[in-house]
């Protein structure tokens, strides 16, 4: 009997230094992902020296949201021009938990 493995969402994190945190730059980055991955929601922000992103998406597995996480990154990334020699600084991912999910789908009253 073949087992049918079910997708999880995944939550990445990723700060990365930059030394253009202006808001020009948050909507380059923003930009970026929505016209790359528009499925992922991705949010930027800016701290004085780094920029953070963050986007979730379905996966098999922490080592597929991995590899997916990156692919995304790398993708969004290149499209809004930075470098290959990005320095991070931060990475997280987290498998979102499903009662946050039921509340993201339930209607605002």
Excluded: C, K
Excluded at 55 to 66: C, H, K
């Amino acid at each position: 009997m073949t087992r049918t493995e079910e997708s999880t969402e995944y939550r990445v994190a990723i700060t990365f230094a930059s030394g253009d945190t202006s808001e020009a730059a948050v909507e380059r980055v923003f930009g970026a992902f929505y016209a790359t991955h528009p499925e992922v929601e991705a949010v930027v922000g800016a701290t004085e020296r780094t920029l953070d992103v963050t986007f979730s998406f379905p996966a098999v597995g922490a080592y597929e949201a991995l590899e997916r996480g990156w692919e995304i990154f790398r993708e969004a990334g290149a499209t809004a021009g930075l470098p290959r020699a990005l320095a991070v600084t931060h990475v997280e991912l987290n498998a979102v938990p499903a009662e946050e999910l039921q509340q993201a789908s339930q209607p605002v009253s």
